[in-house]
């Protein structure tokens, strides 16, 4: 028997309708799941068994689990499952069928229902700005972030991508029931939150003001985004009350004050240091948003000042999907901190972002450095690369 001669109903066709639930109180939820009986031209209907997931997220079986091994359904031959006490909040459900061959059938279209209580509101967007510098132009290509609130059904720390979530060499677009589009085009998603979302501006679009719209559990939240070919910015690390360039040397270690980062280490005058950012453009060999890349150089000539003072980059290329590593020769200096500028065609980099060299500390103040008042979750630059 083939598992895909079984067809159970679809959801829509319960008998009480599409679904029905009785949610009496917060502490004293009850929902009712009922489901038609399955189909099989090689086993009798009374001798089919179903099999019932429910979940917090689409696809999900922590709540009541589908995962069971070889055998009959867990519902055994009954219809409906009525489960009290659920927590408020968002669930997904699905049923398939099993034959007397233990055989199962593709699940039937999952469904979702909302347990009342402390649930959140529709979802809604303050912001979309450059995951970089936190500013308000995006490039195609590059990261965005995505400020609002109910925009996804996680804990408040959030959700990133995992291996498990790419389509071979394409990036996911849609993280616990939460997908993006910016001007209408499907966006990569690396980390969704209640309050934050993490994406990748899509490419091929238009430029200047175009239509953000966030889709998940919760509804739906449009907003506008402000596009344009560059829009450089450094990714940063909070070093106290200092917001500092995310570098590395070529030993592999991070660039800031080692006191302020465990393993980290002060720059040296003359050696090159990797640097970290997004939206700086086109790459001599195109590379399309929503996909692994291979490394390429930058189409647009990026230069750089430290401190005010040239700096030799020897390279400018995209390293990741919408990672950018520009490599610059640290400048002879005194020792202190200051900022790190890398204009790309006469588009400066967005804000002043800061390395320090030397444990020198009545120098660290010669110069200024921005003020580190800014907050993100996720991680938008551990992208996996081809080779």
């Known amino acids: 028997m083939e598992a895909n001669s079984l067809r159970p109903w679809p959801v829509e066709e319960v008998r009480s309708g599409r679904f029905h639930n009785v949610l009496t109180a917060v502490t004293e939820a009850t929902a009712n799941l009922s489901w038609n009986a399955g189909r099989d031209a090689e086993t009798p209907e009374i001798f089919l068994t179903y099999n019932l997931r429910v979940g ?3 696809g999900g079986n922590e709540v009541f689990s589908g995962a069971i091994p070889a055998g009959a359904g867990n519902m055994g031959h009954s219809f409906q499952k009525r489960i009290l006490r659920w927590a408020p909040g968002v669930y997904f459900w699905s049923v398939q069928t099993v034959g007397a061959g233990l055989a199962r059938s593709a699940w039937a279209k999952e469904e979702s229902f909302i347990v009342p209580g402390a649930v959140p509101g529709r979802p809604g967007i303050t912001s979309v ?37 790419f389509n071979g060499v394409f990036l996911p677009t849609s993280l616990a029931g939460t997908s993006v589009q910016i001007d209408g085009r499907v966006a990569a998603v690396a980390f969704v939150s209640p309050s934050q979302l993490n994406i990748q501006v899509p490419d091929r679009g238009s430029y200047g003001t175009v239509s953000v719209q966030v889709d998940g559990p919760y509804g739906r939240a449009t907003s506008t985004a402000s596009v344009q070919p560059l829009a450089p910015a450094l990714f940063t690390v909070p070093v106290g009350n200092v917001t500092q360039a995310a570098a590395v040397g070529v030993d592999g270690l991070p660039i800031a004050p080692p006191e302020e980062i465990p393993g980290a280490r002060f720059a ?9 950012g997004t939206g700086f453009g086109e790459t001599l060999r195109h590379q399309p948003a929503g996909q692994l890349v291979s490394a ?15 700096a030799l980059v020897s390279y400018a290329g995209l390293v990741g999907a919408g990672l950018n590593e520009i490599n610059v020769t640290v400048p002879v200096l005194p020792p202190g901190t200051c900022p790190v500028r890398l204009p790309v065609v006469g588009t400066d980099t967005q804000g002043d972002w800061c390395w320090t060299w030397w444990p020198t500390e009545s120098t ?23 080779q």
């Open 296 to 310: 390429t150089p930058l189409v647009n000539s990026v230069t750089a000042t430290v401190c005010g003072q040239p």
């Open 364 to 386: 660290r103040s010669a110069h200024p450095c921005p003020t580190n008042n800014r907050t993100r979750s996720g991680s938008a630059i551990g992208h996996r690369q081809l």
């Open 268 to 276: 040296r005058s003359g050696e090159i240091l990797q640097l970290f």
């Open 129 to 165: 700005v450059n995951a970089g510098s936190f500013t308000t132009t995006v490039a195609p290509g590059g990261w965005a972030t995505i400020f609002g609130q109910n925009l996804a059904n996680t804990p408040a720390s959030g959700q990133a991508w995992t291996a498990g979530d």
């Open 56 to 58: 917090r997220t689409p």
